[in-house]
């Protein structure tokens, strides 16, 4: 099984493509699904991030408040460490069983923060979808309806554009029409088609 982690900044066009490879019937395992399933109402981890981080961290119905855990750790790194403690074991475990599940030549495990957390060991190569920091800002400001500030301040906060090219092994460039993107993730499934049977004629 060949594991393609599928990476990128916040608003760079990972959802896009991830699901373009699913139209094209390609396995996708998304890490921030998971996660959203594990901290769901009931789950272990919520209750684990409710002892952490206080109570005020739930919304009156008992669900995360998102937004102020997202300000929390962006001011604090050491909860944001704590958050991942919690949480990236949940994960690792969650992918892998769905891993197992699986009887295709290649996958994609779509993991926004890849290079910034310690799951690169998942995955065999590194897709990265790639966008020039202003428009990453102002897909994000139009698709959450938030400031441009807040946006700064998460971009800030991810690895910065040249690391990612640096350790990505493939590329789509996520600046023009729907149309090219398209065209940029078909180019992409051929290779991993070619790819995948390669490893597997290895």
């Not at 923060?113 to 590194?126: A, G, K, M, N």
């Not at 698709?143 to 990612?164: G, H, L, P, T, Y």
Request: net charge negative; with cysteine.
């Amino acid at each position: 099984m060949l594991a393609i982690g599928l990476t990128g900044g916040i608003g760079s066009g990972k959802t896009q493509v991830s699901d373009h490879f699913a139209e094209l019937g390609v396995p996708i395992i998304d890490t921030d699904i998971i996660a959203r399933e594990r901290v769901a109402p009931g789950q272990p981890a919520l209750a684990d991030i409710a002892t952490a981080f206080g109570r005020d961290i739930l919304t009156p119905e008992g669900h995360l408040n998102r937004r102020a855990l997202r300000q929390l750790i962006f001011d604090q790194p050491d909860k944001r460490r704590q958050l991942e403690e919690i949480l990236h074991p949940r994960i690792r475990a969650e992918v892998r069983s769905r891993l197992r599940t699986l009887a295709t030549p290649w996958c994609i495990i779509v993991i926004p923060l890849l290079l910034e957390s310690t799951q690169q060991d998942l995955v065999q190569r590194i897709l990265l979808v790639d966008a020039p920091a202003e428009l990453q800002l102002s897909r994000t400001m139009l698709r959450d309806n938030v400031e441009a500030d807040e946006v700064r301040k998460i971009m800030a906060s991810q690895a910065s554009r040249q690391s990612r090219l640096d350790l990505a092994d493939d590329v789509i460039v996520n600046e023009g029409s729907l149309e090219q993107l398209w065209q940029e993730v078909e180019k992409m499934y051929q290779f991993y088609n070619h790819l995948a049977s390669s490893c597997q004629n290895h």
